[in-house]
């Protein structure tokens, strides 16, 4: 195999999304990645209404898949295979990428790939920078939050997690009790980067525990009891009390992410890894603040931060597609253990 070239379908959560990568020579290389975004249509229902989505997914799939295609200047018949999210995720939406890619690889006669969702993400820093087993992976977003360590294309070793709420499920709860725009996140960063990190010490959940176990969702609870304790007291809250609010909050969980990273490096760094590397995931690794922690703890134990572009951190199909290319490299899966799994642990 000197060359492969995948199609790849993601619709697992509130993005429609199809890319056409390439494996050869030089490495991984995305010829095209589509990503078609639900925000408006769930911004009334505060949350991703799961009706709502797969009918998005099912409307829209096919036109993504079409401008994948033509994006890289490639027909169906041009490419290698199919690989397609079977999972975890909302199953609606999950179905819709399933039924679809069954359906375009009966047409072609091309191989069809089901994909873990997580292993997906998980795999990324392989395509953008060929990063070699084992390495570290922290998945931060909306809807994830876990460390995982990297051993080969089917093997994935969870560390530990969020118990509850995702970091960015927190930055986008927090948004929403101070009066922000969603997606809570960026609008957070922003507020926070002009206010006053110490004025209100929130609390660092479970770091008085041993592990990798993170809890995010007793944080929104106290930013709600502060909020609450200046209203009681001036009647509001000031453009400045919500930027210290924004700030403090931040401030923790940067704090409890990179201590965290801290004792996940200490497990994975025993593996004695020829190129020790800490790779992350997620739309909350664009906060620059969590970043910089992330960095600092990396830098101090000799081990590489690798950040992919935020394109292919947060949801898209190109990182589906290659995950279906390594997979079909190492001779994994075929059509008979494609189903859709609404649940589906690495
Ligand atoms: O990876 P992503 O697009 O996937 C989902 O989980 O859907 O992540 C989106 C999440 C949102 O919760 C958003 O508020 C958060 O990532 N996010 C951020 C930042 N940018 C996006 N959180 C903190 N700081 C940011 N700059
Ligand atoms: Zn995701």
């Known amino acids: 195999m000197a060359s492969l070239t995948f199609l790849g379908i993601e619709s697992s959560c509130d993005d429609s999304a199809a890319a056409v990568v390439r494996w050869g020579e030089k490495g991984g290389e995305v010829l095209s990645s589509v990503v078609e975004g639900q925000t408006a249509l769930h911004a009334d229902f505060g949350g991703v209404v799961p009706e ?32 397609v999210t079977s999972g975890p995720g909302l199953i609606g939406g999950v179905l819709s990428g399933v039924m679809l890619a069954k359906g375009l690889a009966a047409g072609s006669g091309k191989p069809l790939l089901g994909v873990n969702h997580l292993a997906g993400h998980a795999l990324t820093p392989r395509l953008t920078d060929g990063l070699a087993f084992p390495y570290l992976m922290l ?5 994830h939050c876990q460390f995982l360590i990297a051993h080969g294309v089917d093997h994935f070793q969870r ?21 922000l725009p969603q997606p809570g996140g960026p609008v957070v960063e922003r507020e926070a980067a002009l206010g006053d990190a110490t004025r209100f010490r929130f609390p660092r959940p479970l770091l008085d525990r041993e592990g990798c176990d993170m809890s995010f969702s007793g944080l ?3 930013l709600l009891r502060a909020r609450d304790a200046l209203i009681a007291e001036k009647g509001g809250i000031t453009v400045q009390d919500r ?22 490096l200490a497990l994975y760094l025993p593996l004695g890894p020829a190129e020790p590397a800490l790779a992350v995931a997620g739309g909350v690794a664009a906060n620059q603040t969590i970043r910089a922690g992330l960095m600092a703890v990396c830098a101090a134990s000799g081990v590489r931060f690798l950040a992919p572009p935020l394109r292919l951190c947060t949801d898209n199909a190109a990182m589906i597609a290659w995950a279906g290319i390594e997979r079909f490299r190492a001779g994994l899966g075929g059509p008979t253990d494609l189903v859709a799994r609404p649940r589906w642990p690495l």
Do not use: M, N, Y
């Not at 096919?62 to 890289?72: F, N």
């Not at 930027?243 to 996940?264: I, P, S």
């Open 243 to 264: 930027r210290d609010l924004c700030a403090g909050f931040q401030a923790a969980v940067a704090a409890v992410l990179a201590e965290k990273t801290r004792r996940a």
């Open 52 to 83: 709502i989505a797969a009918r998005a997914h099912a409307e829209r799939l096919d036109g993504c898949v079409e401008r994948a295609l033509a994006e890289a200047g490639l027909s169906l018949a041009d490419v290698d295979g199919i690989a």
């Open 139 to 143: 998945l931060v977003s909306g809807g």
């Open 220 to 222: 929104k609870t106290a």
């Open 159 to 179: 560390l530990g997690g969020t118990i509850d709420d995702a970091p960015g499920e927190a930055f986008d709860k927090t948004a929403k009790l101070l009066g």
